[in-house]
DNA sequence: CAGTATCCTTAGGGATACTG
DNA sequence: CAGTATCCCTAAGGATACTG
């Protein structure tokens, strides 16, 4: 493993796992799409855009680089219309104990201020009994 | 506790868990801030600035951020010249174990793909010993 | 020392229409 | 169905000068 320090005492932003981690799977949709993913075990595009809150494009956007980043796989199935499945790789699987951590932590922080929690979220992680209604 | 579901069976934005813990600690600098403290136990303005590649004004602004949502608290000794102290509260040093995770998390992955790492969050996270120099 | 104030730039997201 | 393409907009960040 090679070390870096670039402007002596400073910690050089571009080699930095924080930053690299929160790019990779920290931003503002990310463990949705992942989680939504986690659930499910596989699923689809226009499913996302039924469960979260997010436009095509920005959904496009962050699919991409889930896959890029080694995340997700993308499987095409040539069927009429046309099918295309996302699932988790390995790797993507590592995250979901950081998501469940951080999803816990906020919601801790969130009842204890008084903020009403969703009830997707709770379903996705356990904290509710799952209504196949809200999936679908 | 209270549930809400906003738009029948798609998530609320507004109420979800991820949303809310990543505005309060998980942005592209508070882990840095976070983890800057506890390794010192307490820290200062001056100091942030000579660690971290952050500019004046951000770093107030999450320092602000940081202390309104309970993780820091602002202590003023009132020397000349003036001295402030930043320290982690007790909801603070709940989010390190969850820093701690998703820093290792990006150094495996930074690992694997043939990135360098910064010294500095090496030392800070204990997988370089620690050199005086670098924290002063 | 510990911050504001000011001005500027840009990446990220939002809405909507369109395509293979 | 599974996406692009286009246009708009604003919150976040960057540089620098200044203040109590």
Redesign the pocket.
């Known amino acids: 493993m090679s070390i870096i320090n670039g402007d002596e005492h400073k910690l050089c932003f571009d080699h930095d796992p924080y930053t690299y981690a929160i790019k990779v799977f920290c931003?503002?949709?990310k463990p949705l799409i992942i989680y939504a993913i986690y659930v499910d075990s596989s699923t689809?595009?226009?499913?996302f855009l039924k469960n979260i809150?997010?436009?095509?494009?920005?959904l496009?956007?962050?699919?991409?680089e889930l896959e890029k980043d080694g995340l997700i796989t993308?499987t095409v199935f040539y069927e009429v219309?046309?099918?295309?499945?996302?699932s988790l790789t390995d790797t993507g699987r590592t995250v979901c104990p950081i998501l469940d951590s951080i999803y816990a932590w906020g919601r801790e922080e969130m009842i204890r201020n008084g903020i009403p929690i969703d009830a997707v979220g709770e379903m996705w992680h356990g904290y509710l009994p799952m209504d196949e209604s809200f999936l679908e």
Chains 1, 2 share one sequence.
């Not at 689809?44 to 499913?47: F, H, L, M, T």
């Not at 809150?53 to 920005?58: A, D, F, G, L, Y």
């Not at 496009?60 to 991409?64: G, I, P, Q, S, V």
């Not at 219309?81 to 996302?86: A, D, G, N």
């Open positions: 931003n503002r949709w689809r595009y226009s499913k809150p997010i436009t095509e494009k920005v496009a956007n962050n699919l991409k993308r219309p046309l099918r295309v499945e996302y």
